[in-house]
């Protein structure tokens, strides 16, 4: 059983659509994250999700928008694609309450705009 | 920005010994932390340490924690092809919500 999945793997589309990338965790967490990830590997944190409720909002372009279904589901909508969109976008979860605070990730969605 | 900095690429031989250095922003982190990605994979974290231990060893890992140069090391003994990854130490804040800052990033690379 995969315990963070993410969809699709990976997404090519062009400047100015609209996409969606959707991410589920089975492994019962609180909290859940959206990193994106650069050419350069740099990781860097979006947004964080604790019960459906944003706790963490980085600087990020409000084309950018997260939405928690329930806890065990974030997904990422991005509107007007821009090429600077393209990298490795990683969905995370942790629970909060626990002392180590260990992230589990998901495998990633490349996301290619031309 | 806060950033915290890593070498970018490390290269050894099959069974010497690598030794990945990070430097850290945030003196209150609680924990710190090892991350490794594979490639095509997400991070899984390695190892940890809290804040108030000086060296972790676990098996042929080793973490030290130099708190007042926020110094932080990882030594992996006996490097094998299956250790070429990306290495990322990470910080994690004291406090409040979770927000995890990640290292540049080491690559190794394992020569056979």
């Known amino acids: 059983d995969t315990a963070v999945s993410q969809t699709p793997k990976y997404l090519v589309t062009q400047m100015g659509n609209d996409k969606s990338i959707k991410c589920e965790q089975n492994?019962?967490?609180?909290?859940m994250y959206w990193y994106k990830q650069d050419s350069k590997k740099f990781l860097k944190i979006m947004f964080s999700?604790?019960?459906?409720?944003?706790?963490i909002n980085e600087t990020v372009p409000n084309r950018f928008s997260p939405k928690s279904p329930d806890k065990a589901h974030l997904n990422l909508h991005i509107n007007s694609l821009e090429l600077g969109d393209s990298a490795v976008y990683f969905c995370?979860?942790?629970?909060?309450?626990?002392?180590?605070?260990?992230?589990?990730f998901g495998e990633g969605s490349r996301l290619t705009v031309l | 920005g806060e950033d915290v900095e890593q070498s970018l690429f490390l290269s050894v031989r099959e069974g010497d010994s690598s030794v990945i250095n990070c430097t850290y922003t945030?003196?209150?982190?609680?924990?710190l932390y090892w991350y490794k990605q594979e490639p095509g994979a997400g991070l899984q974290l390695l190892t940890y340490i809290f804040s108030n231990m000086d060296m972790k060893q676990d098996q042929r890992l080793t973490v030290l924690l130099n708190k007042k140069d926020k110094h932080l090391s990882l030594r992996i003994a006996d490097t094998q092809t299956g250790d070429s990854a990306i290495y990322f130490c990470?910080?994690?804040?004291?406090?409040?919500?979770?927000?995890?800052?990640f290292g540049t990033g080491t690559k190794l690379q394992v020569i056979p």
């Open positions: 995370a979860s942790s629970q909060l309450a626990g002392a180590l605070g260990e992230l589990f």
């Open positions: 990470a910080e994690n804040p004291s406090g409040g919500y979770q927000k995890v800052t």
């Open positions: 945030d003196s209150s982190s609680t924990y």
């Open positions: 999700y604790n019960n459906k409720e944003l706790i």
């Open positions: 492994l019962g967490h609180d909290t």
